[in-house]
């Protein structure tokens, strides 16, 4: 069977977070999702109720930084829109999202649903990173700061762009 270039379908995904920081979870996920489509927006959803350690323009930056290399990846934001909706207006078909706990698995499920009903089109795609990053989240690094040897703990869990940036905001 031959291919035509018109019949050639792009596999487009978005993985979306607040991404405040990057982890090495996230680049875990983003670098799965690299390999799994043709093209990975990565796109940090803006909620106007959540307080944020790093503004949008620094999370940006963090997230350019990382991962603006690959060739098939687009970072991108968003605001006041259900991640469905997003997909659909950057031509996605998937969304990607990881799973770490069985509460990240209840939660995801029901959004699974929701997703659904909103719209049927987009297929929901779950990966569930390894034991050794599988307890990493942006929360957990966020709250290691501090006590001293904060900067040894908190380099095993970020990239090092992120790891830069932690110790200019909150000293080395």
Known sequence: MVVTKDEVYMRKAVYAGSFD???NGHLWMIERGIRLFDELVVAIGVNPDKKYAFSLEERLAMLRETIGQHPNVTIDTFEHLFLVNYAKAVGAQYVLR???????????????????????????????????IAEISSSVVKGLVGPAGWQDIVKQYVPEAVYRKFLERFGK
């Open 98 to 132: 990881g799973i770490r706990t069985e509460a990240d698995y209840e939660y995801e499920r029901g959004m699974r649903h929701i997703n659904s009903d909103l719209d049927p089109e987009i297929e929901m795609v779950f990966l569930m990173p390894p034991r050794g």
């Open 21 to 23: 920081p990057i982890t």
